[in-house]
């Protein structure tokens, strides 16, 4: 049986890195007592594997990572058994069955995230939020610096930005999150900063939550964004 989990990090557990999460969550599903699944070989691992890193530092309530299971459970069994053995800060808020046979894992299938930026107190631009929003993405280009292994380079970034609006004093925004075009949502919003103050942000001017994770059921021409624990079929 193969489950994908979503869960909220929030609080001071935010500030725990992702190899640290997900030792978290091997602890946990051992303490639950979940039957989890292992790998073969000399050195077995519980198979287990996650969407997408979240950044140190940022919350979020719509994590995912796909466990597998040596024997059949109800999924509000598993819900409830994890989510009583996380640690505070860390919530199961949802489990459900991938069906056996489909194509691809958590991480596979990101393709976009939606974010949450607020200002801290006296850090934010001067001006009406969403006349500054309408400015910035009427550009037709937004490039950054980007470094890689090869140099610097410069990056179109504004294809990659699927909504960006005001929601009262905060961003929200819908970045592309694969592999191949993953956006940050800092580099976005730093990106932002500079264009409609003419200098570079301050360091601190906001903080960052991750809202929810996405699968595109669409074409590159016509998205179809689905949550992961909504996307492909239902069991």
């Known amino acids: 049986m193969k489950v994908r989990i979503r869960f909220s990090k929030e609080g001071p557990v935010r500030f725990v ?3 640290d999460t997900m030792r978290c969550f091997q602890k946990a ?3 639950a007592k979940l039957p989890a699944a292992f790998s073969g070989g000399y050195s077995p691992h519980m198979i287990m594997s996650f969407a ?4 140190v530092g940022v919350e979020s309530e719509g994590e995912y990572f796909d466990l597998e299971l040596a024997e059949e459970l109800p999924v509000e069994e598993i819900k409830e058994r994890l989510d009583q053995v996380m640690p505070e800060g860390l919530h ?3 489990v459900r069955c991938v069906p056996d046979g489909k194509k691809g894992n958590a991480m596979s299938l990101v393709a976009a995230a939606d ?3 607020r200002f801290r107190s006296g850090k934010e631009p001067e001006g009406v939020l969403s006349d500054l929003i309408d400015r910035f993405m009427a550009q037709k280009q937004i490039f950054i610096t980007k470094t890689t292994k090869t140099g610097e380079h410069q990056v179109d970034i504004r294809p990659f930005i699927y909504e960006m609006r005001a ?14 075009n993953y956006t940050r949502p800092d580099t976005v919003t730093d990106t932002f900063l500079a264009f409609v103050t003419g200098r570079e942000p301050e360091p601190f001017s906001y ?3 991750r809202l929810e994770i996405y699968a595109d059921q669409g074409t590159e021409e016509a998205h179809v964004f689905r949550s992961l624990l909504e996307s492909g079929e239902q069991v």
Not at 52 to 55: K, Q, R, T, V
Not at 167 to 175: K, S
Request: hydrophobic content about 35%; charged content about 25%.
């Open 17 to 19: 890195g992702h190899l």
């Open 207 to 209: 903080r960052i939550r």
């Open 167 to 180: 929601e009262e004093d905060c961003i929200f925004y819908r970045l592309a999150s694969a592999s191949a």
């Open 92 to 94: 199961v808020t949802g």
């Open 29 to 31: 599903v051992r303490r």
């Open 115 to 117: 974010y949450r930026v």
């Open 52 to 55: 997408s890193p979240l950044g």
